[in-house]
Antibody
Framework: QIQLVQSGAEVKKPGASVKVSCKASGYTFTSFGINWVRQAPGQGLEWMGWISVYSGNTKFAQEFQDRVTMTTDTSTTTAYMELTSLIPDDTAVYYC???????????????WGQGTLVTVSS | DIVMTQSPDSLAVSLGERATINCKSSQSVLDSSNSQNYLAWYQQTPGQPPKMLIHWASVRESGVPDRFSGSGSGTDFTLTISSLQAEDVAVYYCQQYYSPGPITFGQGTRLEIK
């Protein structure tokens, strides 16, 4: 079945970086973009950015523009999100989510990973 | 940025009754070139990722019960659950994907059983 499986929970110190992986299976990986969404404890959903797996093009929320890198490895059908210069307010569950349709812009998100808890604490 | 505002923030409805959640966007998410509203609804239960219920404002995702329906156009949208079931207790989010500068979500509406 179609699924996205994310890497495990991380604990980081302020100023460090974290790289979360998202392995796709059950569909043609290059046909759909991947989004990253985070959710702070008890809070709502915040879109971080999108990568076209086909072209490598990216779009980011301005808040993360200078700190986030999104990449994909088509040989392993895995997407990655790296966030640098972590602060305690970056403590959140980070989700990857697949575009519903294939296109040149992010879309609605039909498949979600299970989430990766990133805790930033000294 | 397109700001999405949901109302109410929380809602308690009796089993079998209708639940209605509203979502308003700060600018239109209707693309006049294809007459599509770039609006989706998600359901999130505790400890789970969100689940897409509806896209294009009114198209139900495969497998979603038909008691869920979406309506509206332009800037005003509604998610309706026609007959509330116990398993519908969740937080519901609307999302606009008209403009990826950035994609934005509503703040969420918590739905409980009265």
């Amino acid at each position: 079945q179609i699924q996205l499986v994310q890497s495990g929970a991380e604990v980081k110190k302020p100023g460090a970086s974290v790289k979360v992986s998202c392995k796709a299976s059950g569909y043609t990986f290059t046909s759909f973009g991947i989004n990253w969404v985070r959710q702070a404890p008890g809070q709502g959903l915040e879109w971080m950015g999108w990568i076209s797996v086909y072209s490598g093009n990216t779009k980011f929320a301005q808040e993360f523009q200078d700190r986030v890198t999104m990449t994909t490895d088509t040989s392993t059908t895995t997407a990655y999100m790296e966030l640098t210069s972590l602060i305690p307010d970056d403590t959140a569950v980070y989700y990857c989510a697949r575009d519903y349709t294939s296109g040149s812009d992010p879309d609605a998100f039909d498949i979600w990973g299970q989430g990766t808890l990133v805790t930033v604490s000294s | 940025d397109i700001v999405m505002t949901q109302s109410p923030d929380s809602l308690a409805v009796s089993l079998g009754e209708r639940a209605t959640i509203n979502c308003k966007s700060s600018q239109s998410v209707l693309d006049s070139s294809n007459s599509q509203n770039y609006l989706a609804w998600y359901q999130q239960t505790p400890g789970q990722p969100p689940k897409m219920l509806i896209h294009w404002a009114s198209v139900r995702e495969s497998g979603v019960p038909d008691r869920f329906s979406g309506s509206g156009s332009g800037t005003d949208f509604t998610l309706t659950i026609s007959s509330l079931q116990a398993e519908d207790v969740a937080v519901y989010y609307c999302q606009q994907y008209y403009s990826p500068g950035p994609i934005t979500f509503g703040q969420g509406t918590r739905l409980e059983i009265k």
